[in-house]
């Protein structure tokens, strides 16, 4: 029975760790090795994927675990160089009686924009009349994805009034699959342009994949029983979520931890966080008011119940997620078949993530555990191994008297 619970896996020895990850996801010997390299991103593999590389920069690549999602077991990648996510996550997900998410289509938004419109609302006619014919032709060079089920579905057009005259704003709907989807769609935009110039009699200028993608969300939720979390407890995250959501200052940092678990998933499967960020804080503001991501409720248990909705543009194919090493054995860590169940466990993570964030700050507060970590980074850096490391952390926590010379002064036994 595969399992997502393990506990104290911080304690146990690196080959220890990789052989519960080989076990987990099925992994080859070559893949666990590449694993254990910790530099399996070389050069040629680099330099094919951006321009002027000179180096790699490697990242901490934790496990999330605890984690169930839609009644399955799953282990986390999280990509991240900030202490303390992956195990406030880890723990969040623990304390939760599992996620239900759910992915909607994968639809996204391809935008052409359409200057010198004489009459606009003529120009959007003449485009909407031949919606069937555009689509048509912005299928035609995609024969990969129409064959999968993919393809363009609709057109969407509207009027803006900017200071540099009206102009017409198409929407290209696109279902790209397990695709990102960037490269399909600005494709199709600009295969169709020359024909919407000539229906219109406008100039088609940018052709170009919005990362606002209200048509690909995904919804995850899940309860923390009163049981587990405490009454007052879930009442001081009541009032948390309330400033959130009540003020943007505090929405933001809000939305900032949620991303925290989001991005480093994201970045571990070699996904485009940066359009996950831009998508997810858009859609926050999408009101006018920039809002949480999450949302919290008392149920009639007097349970909480935990909620989150964003835009989740992920590939699983094309991309960094099928040429960079470590990002293809997290997809099969993961076992996920459809980008869209990539997105309903991301999605869960963010969840877990801001439970996580909301709980410490409104009870204990954030510090103490961060404290410890970095009691431990002192006490690593005055050089004490094994257990010494945690003894030295804790007596320098107790003094509240953290730092490398005091981490040093007690190794040489000064009191
Ligand atoms: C720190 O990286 C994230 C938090 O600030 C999130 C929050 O305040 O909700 C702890």
Redesign the pocket.
């Known amino acids: 029975m595969k399992t997502s619970k393990i506990s104290k896996f911080y304690e146990k020895p690196l080959e220890e760790r990789l052989a519960i990850v080989k076990e987990f996801a099925s992994l080859t010997e070559e893949e666990t090795e590449q694993l254990g390299k910790y530099g399996a991103l070389g050069f040629e593999t680099a330099n094919r994927m951006i321009e002027n590389v000179y180096s790699t920069f490697p990242l901490p690549l934790g496990l999330a675990t605890n984690f169930t999602v839609n009644g399955r077991e799953v282990l986390v990648p999280f990509a991240v160089e ?1 202490p303390s996510v992956v195990a406030a996550a880890s723990n969040a997900a623990k304390m939760s009686s599992g996620f239900e998410a759910k992915a909607s289509e994968p639809v996204m938004i391809g935008q052409i924009q359409l200057v010198g419109a004489k009459d606009a609302k003529k120009a959007i006619k003449a485009v909407m009349k031949n919606e069937k014919l555009l689509l048509g032709k912005a299928n035609e060079g995609d024969s990969t994805l129409v064959k999968f089920g993919g393809g363009a579905r609709k057109i969407e057009a509207r009027e803006i009034r900017t200071k540099r005259g009206a102009m017409v704003i198409l929407h290209l709907l696109v279902d790209v699959r397990d695709a990102m989807g960037a490269n399909a769609v600005n494709t199709m935009c600009e295969r169709i342009s020359p024909m919407i110039e000539e229906m219109t009699g406008c100039e088609t200028r940018l052709k170009i994949i919005s990362n606002l993608a209200v048509h690909r969300t995904v919804k995850a939720k899940t309860i923390w029983k009163k049981e587990v979390l405490g009454e007052q407890a879930i009442e001081h995250i009541l009032d948390a979520y309330e400033f959130a959501a009540n003020d943007e200052y505090r929405a933001c ?2 939305n ?2 949620i991303m ?1 678990g989001i991005d480093a998933a994201v970045i571990a499967t070699g996904n485009d966080f940066r359009a996950v960020e831009a998508g997810a804080h858009a859609y926050a503001a999408m009101e006018g008011k920039y809002r949480p991501l999450t949302k919290y409720r008392k149920n009639r248990n007097g349970d909480l119940e935990g909620e989150i909705e964003l835009p989740m543009a992920l590939g699983l194919v094309g991309g960094a997620t099928k040429t960079h090493p470590i990002a293809k054995i997290n997809v099969k860590l993961l076992g996920v078949k459809t980008a869209g169940e990539l997105a309903e466990i991301i999605a869960s993570v963010g969840l877990a993530q ?1 439970f996580a ?2 709980r410490a ?1 409104a009870n204990e507060g ?1 510090q103490k555990g961060h404290m410890r970590l970095h009691a431990k980074n002192m006490a690593i850096t005055a050089g004490a191994k094994g257990e010494r490391i945690d003894e030295i952390a804790g007596q320098m926590a107790e003094e509240k008297n953290i730092s490398v010379t005091r981490a040093k002064e007690i190794m040489e036994g000064k009191k």
């Open positions: 900030e940092t809000h900032k931890g925290n801001n964030a909301l700050l954030i």
